[in-house]
């Protein structure tokens, strides 16, 4: 079981970039998939989260009415549409996925992690 976020880079604030998170080794509509992020020195919280079917999304306060996470099952990938970036979007962006149906915003709940991507947001 592997997953591979990429798709990170630097932006100008209010641009836009678009997050993917490959899953091989399984079938990744079997799973919910979160998005997560840590920025410097600060703790890892949840971005948005996605369930299995894809009939529910969750999304943080912080990026709501801006981020849109999807899945396509026929890629096994799942994407995290981030638009009007700002500079507190800057962190390490990582992938998970739990083997259960129901997505959740809780690091705690996800046991597999692809390795992060970086986001950097200018001012």
């Known amino acids: 079981v592997q997953l591979q976020a990429f798709g990170g880079g630097l932006v100008q604030a209010g641009g836009s970039l678009r997050l993917s998170c490959a899953a091989s080794?399984?079938?990744?509509?079997?799973?919910?998939i979160g998005w997560f992020r840590q920025a410097p020195g600060k703790e890892r919280e949840g971005v948005s989260c996605?369930?299995?079917?894809?009939?529910?999304?969750y999304y943080a306060r912080s990026v709501k009415g801006r981020f849109t996470i999807s899945r396509d099952s026929a890629k096994n990938t799942v994407y995290l549409q981030m638009n009007s970036l700002k500079p507190e979007d800057t962190g390490v962006y990582s992938c998970?996925?739990?083997?259960?149906?129901?997505?959740?915003?809780?690091?705690?709940?996800?046991?597999?992690w692809g390795q992060g991507t970086l986001v950097t947001v200018s001012s």
């Open positions: 998970a996925g739990k083997v259960k149906p129901v997505a959740t915003m809780l690091g705690a709940d996800y046991a597999y």
């Open positions: 996605i369930s299995s079917s894809g009939g529910s999304t």
């Open positions: 080794g399984f079938t990744s509509d079997h799973y919910a």
